[in-house]
C-alpha cells in the first residue's frame, strides 16, 4: 500500500520503477557532492574525511553510531541563505530540522533567526542566547504554559493557528500587559508534489486556517479587534522536500489576494508575509535542489508582482528553511555488524543503529545514499539493502543501495544528508541509545550533543 498522495516521482513512492537500480554508479568510491557536506573527502589512504578528520579516528573516540556535523557547511549555508534574501527579508531556521545549542549560536553568529514549535525548542533557543525577539513560536496546539513563556519571554512573532488560538493568545498577553505581535498562518489549498504526511497546505489537514470560505479574513478580523494582539502578517507554509516553485507562486499570490482584501475592508496593509519552508535537497544523485540565491530571486520577484498588480505596498518577506540547511551537512556514521546475501534477491547489510535514527525511510519511504568510508574497494558491486538493529522488518535505513561485494563486518559506512529530521526525530525504541552529533571543523570534533547512555533511560524509569 502506498502512503503517498501524489504520483510525486519515485523518491516518494514505494515501488521504485523498473530499471531503477539496473545501473550501478561508475565508481563506487566516488562521493557526490551534492550529496555529501562540503568538507568530505577521501584522504591518500581512501578512508573519507570531514572537517580535516578522518571516519576511523571519529569512530574510534566517538563510537558509532554517530551523526557527523560539518559546522563549517552549516555556517556557509546559513550564511547563503541570510545573504541570498539580503536586509529586505528575514530568515528563520526551522528548529525541527535539528536544534541544539551550539546551532542556536551559529545561527545568531551567522545573523538568522530561529523558528520553534515547542516549549523545548524555545528553552533550548533562550538557553543559547538567541535574543527572544528573533524567535518566531509555532505550533498547532501550543498549550496556554508555553503562549505564557513565548510571551513573557518577548518573542518577535506567534504564528495563530486556530481561532481559539486567536482569542488565548490574546488573553494571555493582555493579561501579561503586553500586545504580542503576531501571524495568522492560512492553509492556500496548494497541494505541494510531496508525500501526504508532511504536505501542509492543502485543506484537509491540521494546519492553519483555510483561506477558502472567508475563514481567515474572519480570523484577520478577530485578530485586529484584539487588544493583546499586534498583527504583523499571514504565514504559509505548503510542505517539505519541494523543488518545484509552482506552489509557492499560487500559495503567495493567494496570500497576497488576502491582503488586498484587508487593505479594502480594514484600511490597513499588513506588513509582513512569511512563505514558510520546504525547500528540497539532495538525497541521491538524481535530486536537484536549487541554491539559495535563485530560490530568493523567485520568492521575491514572485511576490513583488503580485503586490504591484494588487497596487498594494511590498511586504517584508520571511522564509524558514530546515532541511535546506542543516540536512547537507550531516551524515551517520554507522559499522557494519552483519553481511546477509539472500539468494537472488540482494544483499542485507545490518548496522549498529536504524530505524531509531533514521525513521524517514519507515515513515516517508525516503531514499538515501549509501557509501563504504573506511576504505576503498575494487570489489564488484552488490545490491544492498542497509538495515537497523531493531526487531523491525521495517526497519531499513537505505532500501536500495550499491556497496562493494567485499563488504564486511566492521567496515564503516555512512549515509549522507542525515542533518535534518533524523536526530530530531531520533527515539529510543527497543531502547537503543540515541546517538550524539559530532560536530567537526578545521581538524577538531567536538561533541555537540552527547551519546546517551543507560543511565539516561533509567532515570526516567522511576520504577
Ligand atoms: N516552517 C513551518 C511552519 C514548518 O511546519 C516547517 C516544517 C518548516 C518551516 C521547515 O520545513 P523544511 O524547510 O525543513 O522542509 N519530518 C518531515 C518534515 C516535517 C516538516 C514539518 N514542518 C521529514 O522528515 O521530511
Redesign the pocket.
Known amino acids: 500500500m502506498s502512503r503517498s498522495a501524489h504520483p510525486a516521482g519515485p523518491r516518494h513512492a514505494d515501488v521504485l520503477p523498473e530499471g531503477h537500480y539496473s545501473a550501478p554508479p561508475a565508481d563506487l568510491n566516488s562521493l557526490d557532492p551534492k550529496v555529501w557536506s562540503r568538507t568530505v573527502t577521501r584522504d591518500d589512504l581512501g578512508v573519507v574525511t570531514v572537517g580535516g578528520i578522518d571516519v576511523k579516528t571519529l569512530a574510534e573516540e566517538h563510537g558509532t553510531p554517530a551523526y557527523v556535523l560539518d559546522e563549517a557547511d552549516f555556517r556557509d549555508r546559513a550564511r547563503a541563505w541570510r545573504t541570498a534574501f539580503g536586509t529586505e527579508a528575514d530568515v528563520f531556521y526551522?528548529g525541527?530540522?535539528f536544534l541544539s545549542r551550539a546551532v542556536v549560536r551559529w545561527l545568531h553568529e551567522e545573523g538568522l533567526n530561529l523558528?520553534v514549535c515547542s516549549g523545548g525548542e524555545l528553552a533550548t533557543a533562550l538557553s543559547a542566547g538567541m535574543p527572544a525577539d528573533r524567535i518566531a513560536f509555532?505550533g498547532n496546539n501550543k498549550s496556554s504554559e508555553e503562549i505564557e513563556r513565548a510571551v513573557r519571554a518577548g518573542v518577535g512573532r506567534i504564528v495563530l493557528d486556530s481561532f481559539q488560538e486567536i482569542v488565548r493568545v490574546a488573553h494571555i498577553a493582555q493579561s501579561l500587559g503586553r500586545r504580542q505581535r503576531v501571524q495568522i498562518r492560512v492553509t492556500v489549498g496548494v497541494e505541494a508534489h510531496t508525500h501526504e504526511f508532511?504536505a501542509?497546505a492543502h485543506e484537509d489537514q491540521k494546519f492553519g486556517i483555510p483561506l477558502a470560505g472567508g475563514q481567515a479574513a474572519e480570523a484577520v478580523r478577530r485578530a485586529l479587534r484584539l487588544d493583546g494582539l499586534e498583527l504583523i502578517g499571514i504565514h504559509s507554509?505548503i510542505g517539505?522536500?519541494i523543488f518545484d516553485m509552482s506552489g509557492f507562486e499560487v500559495a503567495a499570490h493567494r496570500v497576497v489576494g488576502l491582503l488586498k482584501d484587508i487593505r479594502d475592508e480594514h484600511g490597513v496593509e499588513l506588513p509582513e508575509i512569511d512563505l514558510?519552508?520546504?525547500?528540497g535537497i539532495a538525497y541521491t544523485s538524481d535530486d536537484d535542489p536549487r541554491e539559495p540565491h535563485e530560490i530568493a530571486k523567485a520568492l521575491t520577484e514572485i511576490v513583488t508582482r503580485e503586490c504591484e498588480s494588487a497596487r498594494l505596498r511590498t511586504p517584508r518577506i520571511s522564509v524558514?528553511?530546515?532541511?535546506?540547511i542543516v540536512g547537507p551537512t550531516a551524515f551517520t556514521l554507522y559499522e557494519v555488524g552483519t553481511v546477509k546475501p539472500l539468494d537472488g534477491l540482494r544483499t542485507y547489510v545490518s548496522v549498529d543503529g536504524g530505524m531509531s535514527d533514521n525513521i524517514?525511510t519507515a515513515l516517508?519511504d525516503a531514499e538515501y545514499s549509501v557509501a563504504l568510508v573506511s576504505r576503498v574497494s575494487d570489489a564488484a558491486p552488490m545490491l544492498a539493502r542497509v538495515v537497523g538493529k531493531h526487531c523491525e522488518s521495517g526497519d531499513i535505513v537505505v532500501k536500495d543501495a550499491f556497496l562493494p561485494s567485499d563488504l564486511a563486518p566492521g567496515d564503516l559506512i555512512a549515509v549522507p544528508a542525515t542533518g535534518?529530521?533524523c536526530r530530531s526525530?531520533a527515539s529510543n525504541y527497543n531502547h537503543v541509545l540515541r546517538p550524539p552529533v559530532v560536530a567537526v571543523r578545521e581538524g577538531e570534533a567536538r561533541v555537540i550533543v552527547r551519546r546517551e547512555t543507560e543511565e539516561d533511560l533509567l532515570r526516567l524509569d522511576v520504577g
Open positions: 526551522a525541527k530540522a523558528d509555532h508532511i501542509t507554509h517539505s522536500q514558510g519552508g520546504g525547500l524558514e528553511p530546515g532541511r535546506a524517514r516517508y535534518a529530521y526525530m
